[in-house]
């Protein structure tokens, strides 16, 4: 028995209530408190009184372990996306990603940069992206009420897609970072391993 | 024929200008100011340096590599703080050129103390001993540019990845789109040498 079938019998249990599920999900999405790149200082405003993200059920939450919502918030450095993908996989399922600007789609500005990874979604799932350099306010709401949308449809898939092709995610981090970073890193960050 | 006979030059004789003015130095003249008076008393305890006024609150100097560390010890009595050193790389001229910036507490001046040093080989004192903060801004201009400070006991891998650290990135040699494609792969679109197509 392999690990998704588990999953499957469980809901397949619940398969009756999964609407409801899904609304409850989309109501109460709370954002994993780490925000890379310039697009992290237009959380203020979404969170002030103009846009007020709570009235949405939307939350930031210093935890991974009780997260949904990962925001990427602007550009990604080989640095930072070991941090990244070490948070995403703490995080349970399901959970779901949003990118921020034209840095994770493609490179945006910094394109030809040294340390600048150009294709997010090859490392990580995305769920959506909002294109623009930066995007406003009005954008990233936009953004979160089309994952809103996406949730109750049920095609908000990242984390399943994550899971079924673990393999090639993990086949591109490791030539990015060479293999055995995982080991390495952790023994950095963590010093009593 | 003596092997160890210099190969004679034909010596060059230099035309005397009649009527030659002795040239005249034109430094420039220092405005009597806070900043033109700080100026002058630093200059006048060290000679072998440059100093000007740029404008208000903003003083410069120009001071030989190897008298650097002397001259950031006198300085010091002025300009109490370190606030930043940073890095010019002037490729054409194959030297560096490092910029110490210091402010002055006392009298609210910032001063840029500039010295040039050879792109190969490249190497300063450090001056951890009088600014402890230095430690920091070198590690970085090392890593950086690889300037060696010597004296500082942490140079090695800092802020980079330890693959670019062997590099030097800021380097204005150092290619960074064919770096970008051997590391994360050709197929991230719109790049365009010719930039005919060229999209932010
Ligand atoms: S897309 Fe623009 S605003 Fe966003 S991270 Fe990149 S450079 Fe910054």
Known sequence: ?193 | MDMNEKPKVEEKVEEKVENAQPVEENKPELPDTTEGKLVEVLLEKAPYAEGEVIRKRRVKFTVPAERIHEFLELASEKFEMLMQISVVDWLKEGQFEVNYQLWSLSESVHAFVKTRIPRDDAKLPTVMDIWPVAETYEREAHEFFGIIFEGNPRLGPFILEPREYEKHPLRKDFNTLSYAKTIYGEDFDRFDESKTNYVI
Not at chain 1, 83 to 102: C, F, N, V
Request: charged letters at 25%; hydrophobic letters at 40%; proline letters at 5%.
């Open chain 1, 1 to 193: 028995m392999q690990n998704g079938d588990v999953i499957h019998y469980e809901l397949k249990e619940f398969q009756v209530f999964e609407p409801l599920f899904r609304w409850a999900r989309k109501k109460s999405l709370w954002i994993v408190a780490f925000c890379t790149g310039c697009g992290g200082i237009e959380m203020p405003p979404l969170a002030n009184a103009r846009y007020d993200f709570e009235r949405f059920g939307i939350m930031i939450n210093p935890s991974p372990r009780m997260g949904d919502l990962f925001l990427i918030t602007g550009y990604v450095t080989p640095k930072t996306l070991k941090r990244i993908i070490i948070t995403y996989e703490m995080m349970q399922d399901p959970k779901y990603i949003l990118a921020h600007g034209s840095c994770p789609i493609n490179g945006g500005v910094y394109w030809d940069s040294y340390n600048v990874v150009k294709q997010l979604d090859k490392y990580i799932p995305i769920d959506v992206a909002i294109a623009g350099c930066m995007p406003r306010a009005e954008a990233v709401m936009d953004g979160i009420t089309t994952i809103m949308k996406k949730i109750e449809n049920g095609e908000a898939d990242g984390w399943k897609r994550y899971r079924e092709n673990y393999e090639w995610y993990r086949k591109n981090q490791d030539e990015l970072f060479g293999e055995g970073w995982r080991e390495k890193d952790a023994r950095r960050w963590l010093a009593w391993i």
